[in-house]
């Protein structure tokens, strides 16, 4: 009618101002708060990025020693929230778990909570970077038959997470140093990526006034798709499916196919055009683990061929489709031990900041309820037959 746009897919819709990330598609550039992906890779941690996520700097050095000790405080979960976990069958996937457990955050922390308080906003902030370790170990932890591990607050986030995840009461876990420091990395380069799928759907659902919690639990409702956080998981069963190099062609040509809807997972984006430069850094701590842990994966030969394919065929040249994030991630997980079905929740647990960054920001401004319009291509108005004349 004029006064409104019809963009599915939100291909050409801003419904936010923000300051906290900047992406150039077409020249591969990613931006926290100003400063490059790669540079907060190589030179930050996990920890001092969400920092700077959250208050718009990077920290000094008694404030990076002060947040740590602050996230240390709050990583134990409440007693109680392992019945939640129990309520769950031991195959359920894990981020149906986390979709679970993290949404019932909401019912531990609801009295506490005035969202209009930025003091009770900042302390939900907290909680979540926390806390989401040990909730994500515990899913890891119920599906395996094993206790739970309590957090180790002498340990760094990444070491402590692994920890959870592999040790048990009976052995500690060794943690390996080029083992955290990877896992730390991929928790960075999943710190944010502004406003995909999951952080929309965080703040649309804050944009009501929801709970956090809730808000965060819908953020990982919609990572767990495979076009979305689901790829990095999904690329994994690709190579199971593909096998072999001698089969490359064949699936290729399944890919190209229209009437065959396969596709190469961990390639394309919807905003990179050129590369991901997620992807770059990705690839180079992939290479970097897999020779320090002296792992020759057939798998990541089949990954590599794929990818010199797919760099050169005109069918993914024409798209633009290169490699992101999520292709090299899968790899380097599997090398350094994390079962395929964690792999998402792994992607959640480093979104984390960036989903709690958003909704901070849209909190801290006026904001309006989200609410599309549509296009309406129903019936015409017509009137009601009663059952005995249809
Ligand atoms: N394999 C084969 N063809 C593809 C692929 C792919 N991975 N991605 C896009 N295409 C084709 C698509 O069929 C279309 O072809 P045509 O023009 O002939 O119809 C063309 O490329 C444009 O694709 P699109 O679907 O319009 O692109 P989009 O921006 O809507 O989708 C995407 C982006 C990431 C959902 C999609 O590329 C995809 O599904 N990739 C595989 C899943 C994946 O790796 N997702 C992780 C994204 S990065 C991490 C994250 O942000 O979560």
Not at 121 to 130: E, F, G, S, V
Request: glycine fraction near 6%; proline fraction near 5%.
């Amino acid at each position: 009618n004029g006064y409104f746009t019809y963009d599915p897919g939100f291909m050409a819709t801003s419904a936010c101002e923000s300051k906290i990330t900047f992406i150039d598609g077409d020249k591969g550039i990613l931006l926290h708060r100003g400063y490059p992906i790669d540079q907060l890779a190589e030179q930050s941690d996990y920890l001092e990025t969400c920092y700077l996520l959250l208050n718009g700097e990077l920290p000094n050095a008694e404030q990076k020693v002060a947040f740590e000790k602050l996230i240390t405080n709050h990583t134990m979960v409440h007693e109680q929230l392992q019945f939640f976990y129990r309520g769950f069958r031991r195959d359920a996937h894990p981020m149906a778990v986390m979709c679970g457990v993290v949404g019932a955050l909401s019912a531990f922390y609801h009295d506490s909570l005035d969202i209009n308080n930025p003091e009770h906003r900042h302390i939900a902030a907290i909680r979540l970077i926390a806390k989401m370790p040990t909730m994500a170990a515990m899913s890891y932890k119920y599906s395996m038959g094993q206790p739970f591990m309590y957090p180790r607050n002498d340990l760094s986030y990444s070491e402590n997470f692994l920890h959870m995840m592999f040790a048990t009461p009976c052995e500690e876990y060794k943690v390996n140093p080029i083992i955290a420091k990877a896992m730390d990395r991929i928790f960075v380069l999943h710190a944010d990526h502004e406003q995909n799928a999951s952080t929309s759907t965080v703040r649309l659902t804050g944009s009501t006034g929801a709970n956090p919690y809730a808000c965060i639990a819908a953020g990982i409702a919609a990572l767990w798709g495979p076009s979305h956080g689901g790829a990095n998981e999904a690329v994994l069963k690709m190579l199971d499916e593909i096998g072999d190099v001698s089969n490359l062609d064949n699936f290729i040509a399944r890919v190209k196919d229209k009437n065959d809807s396969t596709k190469l997972m961990g390639f394309g984006h919807r905003v990179y055009k050129n590369f991901d430069p997620r992807a770059k850094v990705m690839k180079q701590t992939c290479d970097e683990v897999l020779t320090a842990l002296g792992i020759n994966d057939p798998q990541l030969e089949l990954a590599m061929k794929l990818e010199e394919i797919a760099l050169n065929d005109e069918y993914f040249v024409k798209r633009k489709l290169y490699p992101n994030v999520d292709f090299y991630s899968g790899i380097i997980l599997k090398a350094i031990g994390i079962p395929t079905s964690m792999f998402t929740v792994i992607f959640a647990l480093g979104r984390t900041p960036g989903w709690i960054a958003h909704w901070l920001e849209m909190h801290s401004a006026s904001y309006k309820i989200g609410r599309p319009r549509q296009l309406y291509t129903g019936s015409v108005q017509r009137d009601f037959v009663p059952v005995d004349k249809r």
